[in-house]
């Protein structure tokens, strides 16, 4: 392949790197089963030249399943988010550390970094070699930009790279060249304008959802092409854009507004547009989800609150009667829900069948019993920062369970490594690399 061929680190006397080429050995063998060591993505190797959420996001989920990803970042700053702070997570061994933000530290767990500056020309040599070894690429630059630098899709010549990038808009259309931010593909695609209190200004979703949203569909994909690849032999460009996947996630909204050729109902706060009641209803000290989502459910609820006349009351009998008359109906039940504290109209819930949930905050549920249950919170040895908290993948497997086997690292920790071991680099190559600012 033309792209193995271009980086003088492949002249014979380091023939090693060529002996590396991973694809097909690894993908394509089957391993034996070990439940220990045996992730499902084991043995695959990711270039993440991704920043900030959908990109990082993505590529964590794929390092969680055990996929080795190597973060490309900038030379000296870094992914941008390890400056978004504060907070920071600071060693009290050490308070005068920058230490790392949390936002950062949020979406790297299980990569290794690499500081790089591919505008040097060492850089993209550097960057092209270890796509010789790599099964994935994947970037979230404005399209075009990585040709700049003779790292292109089509530049790479190698027909076994999975190469995905995830932009706003996408490589095509009017849009393409717009910078796409999460907020501002919920406000062009829909997602905005169905999100607030009825009555009341659109707002954004409290978490980067379009990201998050996106980052999971890159996943997803990036695997059913490693999957493809697995039979043909043969990788594949991936094109993933913020407001595809932000249109595709209006789901049952969208659906609604093609069949009936009308506009969406707009925002609705808690409450669901087809159902009644199914929203956050006050309390003495609170909030709480209540959902009657059918006319057997609707009689619980009714029972539980006091009022069972309501079941024969000819505006609630049924689900569409009560959609109709909503306007009557929950001002009714909020009536009865500030009777009482979120906690007793738990108790009184508790196993009756109707769904409910207190409406809790970010902290709260962090130490809710259920989720510290279902072992979503660990606490992880930061090379810099110390013992720190995070957030836990999500899945659980029966065979090889996915988990936290390294902290997001600092900026460049693997830098010598990779140069070294995989490129088979000296120690004063990379000494001089430094120096000149190609590597960090």
């Known amino acids: 392949m033309q792209v193995c061929q271009s980086y003088a680190f492949l002249r014979a006397s380091k023939p090693k790197i060529l002996a590396i080429t991973r694809f097909p050995r690894r993908f394509l063998s089957t391993p034996a089963l070990n439940p220990h060591l045996e992730l499902p993505l084991s043995g695959v ?3 993440d030249l991704t920043r900030v959420l959908a990109g990082p996001y993505a590529t964590q989920i794929l390092a969680d399943l055990g996929a080795e990803v190597i973060k490309i970042e900038h030379v000296s700053r870094g992914d941008d988010t390890r400056s978004w702070g504060p907070p920071f997570a600071i060693n009290p061994n050490n308070p005068d550390s920058p230490g790392e933000s949390a936002y950062f530290l949020g979406v790297n767990r299980n990569k290794k970094s690499i500081g790089l500056n591919f505008q040097d020309k060492r850089g993209q040599e550097i960057l092209k070699s270890l796509i010789c070894t790599s099964d994935v690429l994947i970037e979230n630059y404005l399209p075009g930009t990585l040709s700049r630098y003779n790292l292109g899709y089509e530049q790479l010549d190698n027909d076994k790279i999975i190469y995905t990038s995830i932009t706003g808009y996408g490589q095509t259309g009017p849009y393409k060249n717009r910078a796409g931010y999460d907020v501002m593909v919920e406000a062009e695609m829909g997602l ?6 009825a009555n009341g200004p659109p707002v954004k979703v409290g978490v980067a959802v379009t990201d998050l949203t996106t980052g999971l569909y890159a996943a997803n994909s990036i695997m059913a092409a490693l999957l493809g690849r697995a039979k043909t032999g043969r990788g594949q460009y991936i094109d993933v854009a913020l407001s595809d996947c932000q249109v595709a996630t209006l789901s049952n909204i969208a659906s609604s507004c093609l069949i009936s050729g009308k ?3 707009g925002r609705q706060g808690t409450s669901h547009p087809s159902i009644c009641p199914y929203q956050a209803f006050p309390t003495k000290n609170g909030s709480i989800m ?3 989502a059918n006319d057997k459910l609707f009689g619980i609820l009714c029972k539980l609150l006091g009022r069972e006349e309501w079941t024969t009351d000819q505006r609630f009998s049924t689900n569409p009667l009560r959609v109709k008359h ?13 009777d009482k504290t979120t906690e007793q109209w738990l108790d009184i ?5 109707i769904a409910y949930a207190a409406v809790n905050d970010v902290q709260a549920t962090l130490n809710h019993p259920h989720v510290l249950a279902r072992d979503m919170i660990a606490t992880v040895d930061h090379p810099d920062c110390g013992p720190i908290k995070m957030v836990n993948t999500p899945v659980k497997y029966s065979v090889a369970q996915p988990s936290i086997r390294m902290a997001p690292p600092t900026l460049g920790q693997h830098t010598d490594e990779i140069l070294e071991h995989e490129l088979g680099l000296s120690k004063n190559e990379i000494a001089e690399m430094k120096r000149s600012g190609v590597v960090g």
């Open 45 to 47: 190797r990711i270039l």
């Open 326 to 338: 909503r306007e009557e109906l929950v001002p009714m039940i909020i009536e009865e829900t500030l």
């Open 192 to 197: 905005m304008h169905i999100t607030g209190e």
């Open 263 to 265: 506009s969406d109902a």
């Open 290 to 292: 209540i959902g009657g």
């Open 349 to 353: 819930f508790e196993g009756s069948g």
